[in-house]
């Protein structure tokens, strides 16, 4: 047994407790958890009881994965409580057998699983569903689905990896390294953007964070759901998968236009503008938008933790007027990038989240809530780049396609998701079904292939 | 102070990926290729920050080819001409 797996419980981590506000503020305003999803479209093969076996197995293991999430005396900051983790309670593999025949939408039970609950206190943090069309033999759709804040992006990516290693033989279940586990926080302190030693350096930079977000609520953002509210989550998403020719034209102009290691500007962009389409044609205006970006605090180079959320913000405020040229907009998201980066922003944010361990999740809402006046963010977004690069196989089965989804709260009620998988551009936009009307999505589409493209006209 | 040579320059930036950026092991050299040792768009603007309190030199993100971060060598190469031109 690892030493990571040993009695002692493990701390969550700063961005860990910032997700798990919001998962306490989805849960009382929306009834629904704040879950993310990986999903995988596989062709034929896939070995459901050997897939069975082995989340059994790793479960077993790895008693994170089924450990509740306490604050330990209702004071210290909360904690994977692992020697109460239920030795029975592997995460639960649901298989549906599909009577219809397959097509490109997402199937609706994926949707489900976004809009239920998972209880954190009760270590409900993961769950599986398979979709089997005509009993597996014309392919079978994936999804996992988690508590956001158990795995961040890469670590989702790097747990299918491992899972995959474990079917090939290459890796053992019990295997995990500390490295890939819980113990990484003596691997991303000292490092690149990790928090300084030190709670006074801390506290300065915790309040240089606030401080800035403070700025935001001179023109605070408005997005297209409106203000926090309580309402039932409802959500749904597709996902446009762009073909190898368009992708090609997509990747070439984010590299030209935002560098060939910053692309995700350029996507940031895009979506900011699709946004905006959508309130100009409903005669608002956004007054401003606010949209975090996660900033990776994974060490460069090193194997890849797998459990716990290693990441920053890095906010980006833009105005209406900044909005309407392409080119202007990039200039301006390039800028603030370049000047949050060189004052410290991304260090300041995991300061500050590292405080916010402390405080009750409830305090924390509300105060994100007052500074950006009712609004949590215009939008959510991320670009995560190639998705599960060098996997072509997962247990048995070919991954014909695969790509991230994530659960909005019903405000801001929109995000957009986008990767690559082999070649493909895949655009996922993720919305509480009554935000966007048909005739709005359709603009929201059509401004988005335009920027993507660089094209005149829709599709 | 004289503005470093070009070898100085390629001491300056892999010393600031081996010790302050990358997790990279011994294997790690001044030819080797940046992206497969783990530089992302984080880590390159705090290259780009520390080889300007290094040196005074800022290199503009336009500058951030393939070529260009194919290693510490080459990325030297492009500081000491925006260096020269600069002087």
Known sequence: MSSWQSAAPIPLTGADCFLRAFDAEARRRNGASHLSQLVLRLGRGFELARFCDLVTQVSRANPLLRAPIRRPFGLLPPVYDTPRARFDAAPPVWVHESSSPRSERVPQVFFDRLNATQDLRRGELLRFDIVRYGGGAEGTDFAMTWAHLLFDGSGSEHFIEWLAACHRGERMPEDLSPAEGAGIASVTEGRGAAPPRGPRAQGLKARAYQARMAGFAARPPRSLAGPLRRTPQALCYEVETYGPEETSRSVERATQQAGFLTPVLFYLAAVIRAHHAVFRMRGLSAESYVVPVVANLRPKGARGAIFRSHVSMLWFQVFPEQVEDFATLLGILKDQRLARIREGFIENGAAAMNFARWAPSRLYARMAERILKGELASFFFAYTGDFLPGLAQFVGAEIRNGFHAAGVMASPGSAALLSLRDGRLNVGHVRQQDVFSAAELSAFRTQLHRDLLGVDGGR | ?87
Do not use: H, K
């Open chain 2, 1 to 87: 102070m004289a503005a470093p040579s070009r070898v100085e320059l390629v001491r300056i930036i892999f010393d600031i990926l081996r010790t302050q950026l990358l997790s990279v092991g011994s294997e790690f050299t001044e030819q080797s290729s940046l992206v497969d040792a783990g530089l992302d768009s984080l880590a390159v603007t705090q290259l780009l920050l520390a080889i300007e309190e290094a040196t005074g030199v800022w290199v503009d993100e336009s500058l951030l080819t393939p070529e260009n971060l194919a290693s510490a060598e080459s990325l030297a190469a492009c500081v000491y001409e925006l260096q020269r031109r600069a002087s």
